[in-house]
């Protein structure tokens, strides 16, 4: 099983200023909707309202293969909204709308060999879930689980925060750690790809896999550096580029049995073709409004 940690939102897109499309979104969901599309076993972690647009959530979750049973329902709260507007290159620029205001409650997991947890974004930092994420990421730590953590921060961090402290925890975890260039500048004021590794290391980071929009996809390890080609496209999107590249590594992680034993020690091999693989997700969410690769996509693998 692969398990997903994140927020639930619906996406509102606009494009200079009209509206244009509606999708349930959330880093992490968009993950998971991915992965169910390819065929994985995967459980969602999150939370929604209990209207209309959290019921469409859950119907819409469970239309894709995505276990929601660790999905919280909060009686008489609406389920978070979130508007994207697109500037000239297609990025999204984000508000936010959100009611939750207690803490989220999530028991202990019982986790098997080669499950594997997915925690990303502004929701492995907030204050308000972070016993509950923390406890879930421990649980995963003792019990032998491969960690993946995907920050994607782009705003810089004070040291006396307490965003900060849960970023260096959340390092602490991680096993294999996805970062874009724009994250590395935010975090460790530097794009230097072998300082970042060299900065992760000192948490225990076995794997950076380290992204740079339209330029080169680089992976590094202890062992190996070693570069992916990004092919040019027309952007219509790059809303859930990032998680459904993340998708594309876990499918391939998942597959290829690979576990927190043995990520160390991955051959070149298994990168050369779960890199691409994910770069074509991540290609295929691009040219479309949706957050998630389409089943169209699926039918030419």
């Not at 076993?41 to 049973?69: H, M, P, Q, Y």
């Amino acid at each position: 099983m692969i398990y997903t940690i994140g927020e639930t939102v619906i996406d509102l897109i606009f494009k200079n200023m009209q509206p244009q499309a509606a999708k349930v979104g959330g880093s992490a969901l968009n993950t998971s909707v991915s992965l169910g599309r390819l065929g994985n076993r995967v459980s969602f972690i999150s939370e929604i309202g209990t209207d209309e647009l959290g019921d469409w959530c859950k119907r819409f979750l469970a239309d894709n293969g995505v276990d929601a049973s660790h999905v919280v329902q909060y009686e008489d709260k609406k389920t978070s909204l979130a508007l994207a507007f697109l500037n000239e290159n297609n990025d999204a620029k984000y508000s936010f709308y959100k009611e939750f205001d207690k803490p989220m409650p999530i028991g202990e997991f019982s986790f098997a060999e080669n499950d594997i947890v997915l925690f990303s974004s502004s929701f492995a930092l907030n204050s308000r879930v972070r016993q509950s994420v923390a406890n879930v990421l421990r649980n995963a730590t003792e019990q032998g689980v491969l960690l993946m953590y995907d920050p994607n921060m782009r705003k810089k961090l004070s040291k006396d925060s307490t965003e900060y402290i849960f970023l260096h925890e959340n390092f602490g975890f991680a096993d294999l750690v996805h970062i874009s260039d724009e994250d590395a500048v935010a975090m460790f004021g530097t794009n230097n790809v072998k300082i970042v590794f060299s900065e992760l290391q000192k948490f225990n980071v076995k794997v950076l896999v380290y992204t740079q929009n339209k330029n080169d996809v680089v992976v590094v390890t202890d062992s190996y550096s070693l570069s992916y080609t990004v092919p040019q496209i027309q952007v219509v999107s790059t809303i859930g580029a990032g998680d459904t590249f993340n998708a594309g590594i876990l499918h391939c992680l998942s597959k290829s049995y690979i576990s927190k034993s043995n990520i160390a020690t991955i051959e070149r091999e298994f990168w050369d073709k779960a890199i691409p693989f994910a770069i074509r997700c991540a290609a295929n969410v691009c040219q479309s409004m949706d957050n998630y690769i389409d089943v169209n996509f699926l039918a030419n693998l």
